[in-house]
């Protein structure tokens, strides 16, 4: 499928969601992989492939062992700052006074904006939407030990779109683990091939959904029928390793977690690079946008 | 450790739980496996150390898909049974209508109680614990998919113990699964070598704490140091295989289970076999027994 610039008419919404009863999945209307097979770039052939595909690559040595406890000490001094906790930008878990997620962690830490400008990150970020990017999104996520709650299924760009304005599927996330991930500890979940497509989701957005919906969300919620169509068709993926592994996963793939109930907290960096070609515009919901430290409206790219 | 019939005091309490303001953890006063390692069995001598050591056995293959077909049948006729969801003998997931269990499913149903007395497991029972015995509780877990919640650490012994009057630990359960049991679907979670302590837990138990118990536990509820301590000890194991499996787990052995969001639901059927040598008395707790339907005084043995 051949990217068209034509195609981006910012005013006319390609990915509907949230307007009716009825869910249902159909085929996107973007390309996944934007760039040349033979351009110059991290990725070799196969990887292209493998990414087109399965809407994800998994990578589990891209940063040693010492940088990755320099991000881990950082967390640790950013999640025990009284002030950290009550900032807009951290979201505690629910019933709980922990630190589930920090936002914008890009802008307010130079550590972690270093880190968002790894050239070993944006490379492969840069050739796979074949664009210059900016941050869209920045966060930690801190899923404690023991009471780590779920995350429910779904689709990043669902609510990007919806609430953000980001009209096309030419984003990537790039989750960098600042702990083991293992079976048991609630890791990331995906659902390979489900970034080929968009769900319609059913029920419509209500004023400030973002304050609940960081922690549980309510709508632009997968059905149970389209979620099971997408995993025969791709089934469930875990992909797991050492802290410092790399999960590289498309705006529209399908994912998730269950709760932790383990020792072992499961945290990591998340960076969201969206392409300049991209920009966000007014929600397609129709309502306010979202706070900057959620979706950034600065497009200077990196 | 030799095991001693005059231990059997049932007036004193060896395994005091519930009692202070301080969990700790001691080791456990009875033998894990009572019988001679040369007494004739089906199980061999690695399959009766790796228990005592580990505290669990695990086969893929006990019983053949026709068989599972077959009990998996009678479980969706029950599940959709009305009557059968308003009997006390059934629990309901938190805040939804759907059926989490169904107890002493084998006083209740022919097809099951000739399950809890079939020779593959029952031989393996005996053989464990030297004695005949009889059923303490049975039940059907119905754990389904999206919304398949979470069940946190305990020991099975303790509540036995503390809300029964089950003296000492001479009990097994075993647990066959009526669905394949992957990574992804909440799988039962074990610490290996934890049925070694015994975990005294704070708190004091409220009256019919039962009712809601079965749903959420919040007495008896291990403490997270404890947890740390055992998980660095023996780690955590997730026995995994098709429908079919047979996971059978000493009465002290921690164990778990995460949420499921996969569209994966995880059933399966749960016998305890207690040994007549270990009826029940009083509940160490002090309070009245629990109703015969989930800890059963017809200690006729099989």
Request: net charge neutral; aromatic share 12%.
């Amino acid at each position: 499928m051949a990217y068209n610039q034509n195609l981006l008419d910012y005013h006319e919404d390609l990915y509907p969601s949230r307007i009716g009863n009825t869910p249902h999945l159909f085929e996107r209307r973007d390309p996944v992989f934007y760039g040349q097979s033979s351009d110059p770039g991290p990725l070799n052939q196969e990887q292209i492939e493998f990414y087109k595909k399965k809407g994800y690559l998994f990578f589990q040595d891209l940063f040693s062992q010492e940088e990755i406890q320099r991000y881990r000490d950082e967390l640790k001094i950013l999640s025990d700052t009284a002030s950290v906790k009550k900032a807009p930008q951290t979201i505690l878990e629910p019933e709980r006074q922990e630190v589930r997620s920090i936002f914008d962690i890009h802008r307010t830490n130079e550590l972690f904006n270093q880190l968002s400008r790894d050239k070993r990150v944006t490379n492969i970020i840069t050739q796979l939407l074949n664009s210059r990017v900016y941050i869209h999104q920045s966060r930690i996520n801190y899923k404690p030990g023991f009471q780590g709650k779920e995350f429910y299924w779904h689709s990043d760009f669902e609510t990007w779109h919806q609430e953000d304005g980001m009209p096309r599927m030419r984003a990537l996330s790039c989750s960098i683990t600042l702990t083991e991930n293992n079976f048991y500890n609630g890791p990331l979940m995906l659902i390979p091939q489900s970034h080929w497509y968009f769900l319609c989701c059913i029920g419509k957005t209500p004023k400030d959904h973002y304050k609940s919906s960081l922690r549980k969300q309510e709508y632009g919620v997968p059905d149970n029928e389209s979620l099971r169509k997408l995993v025969d068709t791709g089934g469930i993926v875990a992909p797991h390793g050492p802290a410092g592994s790399v999960i590289f996963f498309e705006c529209n793939l399908m994912h998730g977690s269950n709760s932790n109930i383990s020792p072992w907290p499961r945290s990591n960096i998340f960076f969201v690079y969206n392409s300049i070609e991209n920009t966000l515009v007014q929600p397609y919901c129709g309502l306010e946008p979202r706070p900057e430290y959620i979706a950034s409206r600065d497009f200077t790219p990196l």
